[in-house]
Each structure stands twice: as structure tokens, then as C-alpha cells.
């Protein structure tokens, strides 16, 4: 990303608004921590309907999977909107409209249990944003810091 990109107050509420609209975040707790140019961290709590393993009490993967897409899809647009600089803004939004997941894949490290604390926190940093593919890297932790997933997603953004 552009040393130059610094993220306005304005992308910034527009960002948090698109992502706090999805009902599948809202459905699973999920809510935005931190959000600059250049890293997006978002927290989930454990909650008994994400359960994957009823009899280990662990998160879903598909949970894991969700968490880490959103917030990798919400990095590579800041990347996207990042490079479209000379566009006017109603364009760059009309690009980031399609945005979407091409590939992603998703090393599972532990088990999916919280800490003492009950939650977790996703992490997503932008790797490369080109003219129509954005790559992140993202991981998944519980909330003593132990990585109990990492990823790597590849967007369309063009």
C-alpha cells in the first residue's frame, strides 16, 4: 500500500458502518477493534451457537474461516481504495462494491478454544494491492494471544 494512503476519518466511519451492517456479524458478535491503513483487528466472543465440537466445547472452523475472510476482505479494500487515488470517490466505492473473495486458504494451528477471557481477535494486514487482486495475511487468536489460526486471502478489487 501507498505510503501516502492515510485513512480518513470518513473512510474510516464508512468502514466501520459497512462492516458493522452485515448480519452475519451481527448474528455472531462480531465487532471491529482497531482499523488504520495498514492493519484491521476485530474481536468475537465464544458463544455456545458458534460451537463446532459440542463435546470439546471448541469454535467452529467455518466460524474461524468467516472471521478471517471479513476482516482480510475489509484490509484488501483499504488496499484497493488505496491505489484508486486519482478516481473520484464515488468510482473507488463503486469499485469496492465488487469486491471479493477469490481464493483463501487457512492453516489451523489449536484447537478453537478462548482463553480465560472468553473471546477471540482477528488480525488482517495487507501483503500486496495490484490494479485487480489484493492479498492479505490474517490470523485468529484467543484472548491470551495463543494463534489458533493463520490465512491468506486473495480479493478481486477491480
Known amino acids: ?9 470518513e473512510l474510516r466511519e464508512l468502514a466501520v458502518k459497512g462492516f458493522q451492517s452485515v448480519p452475519y456479524h451481527k448474528d455472531i458478535g462480531l465487532e471491529l477493534l482497531e482499523l488504520d491503513a495498514k492493519h484491521v483487528a476485530a474481536k468475537l466472543p465464544m458463544k455456545d451457537s458458534l460451537v463446532g465440537n459440542p463435546f470439546q466445547k471448541i469454535l467452529h472452523g467455518g ?12 484490509m484488501a479494500g483499504f488496499g484497493a481504495y ?20 477469490i481464493d483463501m486458504r487457512i492453516d ?8 480465560k477471557d472468553g ?31 493463520v490465512g491468506t486471502g486473495t480479493y478481486l478489487c477491480g
Open 1 to 9: 500500500m501507498s505510503e501516502e494512503f492515510v485513512l480518513s476519518d
Open 119 to 149: 473471546y477471540f481477535i482477528a488480525t488482517a494486514s495487507l501483503l500486496r494491492a495490484g490494479n485487480k487482486v489484493a492479498v492479505t495475511r490474517m490470523e485468529f487468536a484467543n484472548d491470551e494471544g495463543v494463534v489458533l489460526a
Open 63 to 74: 466460524v474461524i474461516s468467516a472471521v478471517l475472510d471479513s476482516t482480510g476482505g475489509l
Open 82 to 101: 488505496a491505489r484508486m487515488q486519482d478516481l473520484p470517490a464515488e468510482e473507488r466505492f463503486e469499485v469496492l462494491a465488487k469486491l471479493g473473495t
Open 108 to 115: 489451523f494451528l489449536r484447537p478453537g478454544k478462548p482463553g
